[in-house]
């Protein structure tokens, strides 16, 4: 019987691991220039994690296109969030009355993407959706056998909607 191969981090097609510099969680203005309190922390990022993270480690959108990108995903992963079935045969406990299976945060995210919908038009808030919400890499969203011509408008098309999410939430952009 063969040894069970060990697997190394460079094996696995779906991880590639970069270290990076990010603003530290944890900091306090309070306690500013003390040892243990750093403005910035290394960080270990799989760059491979996302179609987002890939082109934000390539250098193809910058940091508001990549903060426009991340607050669409959360948005989008709020709304997405399973809502849990009422159960009608458990007594409510203390008079609570039953729970909602929709809270506020799925409503609230839905209406803030239901705001931006018409700002992207159709075509646009699809390649977003796909993109930045569902994690579809950009050949997977041209479709397979697809030209380079096309991942590079596909690309260039995202970079343009994600700078319209960047001025409609106030984010600071290029210009």
């Not at 403005?39 to 799989?46: E, H, L, Y």
């Not at 987002?52 to 607050?71: C, E, F, K, P, W």
């Not at 994690?135 to 343009?160: F, N």
């Amino acid at each position: 019987m063969p040894a069970p191969s060990k697997r190394t981090p460079s094996s696995d097609p779906h991880r590639s691991l970069r270290a990076v510099t990010i603003a530290n969680p944890y900091y306090s203005p309070a306690y500013d220039g003390e040892a243990g309190n750093p403005r910035t922390v290394p960080a270990i990022i799989n760059i491979r994690e996302s179609a987002v993270t890939m082109l934000a480690s390539r250098g193809r959108i910058d940091a508001a296109q990549l903060a426009a990108a991340t607050r669409f995903r959360a948005l989008w992963e709020a709304m997405c969030r399973s809502t849990r079935a009422i159960d009608y045969s458990r007594e409510p406990v203390d008079g609570a009355g039953r729970a909602d299976p929709i809270g506020h945060r799925q409503m609230h995210s839905a209406q803030e993407l239901r705001r931006i919908r018409p700002l992207l038009g159709e075509k646009g808030y699809w390649l977003v959706s796909r993109i930045c919400g569902e994690g579809y890499s950009l050949g997977e969203v041209v479709g397979p056998g697809a030209s380079k011509r096309s991942k590079l408008k596909a690309a260039r098309d995202l970079r343009e909607l994600l700078d319209l999410l960047c001025e409609f939430w106030n984010l600071s952009t290029r210009r």
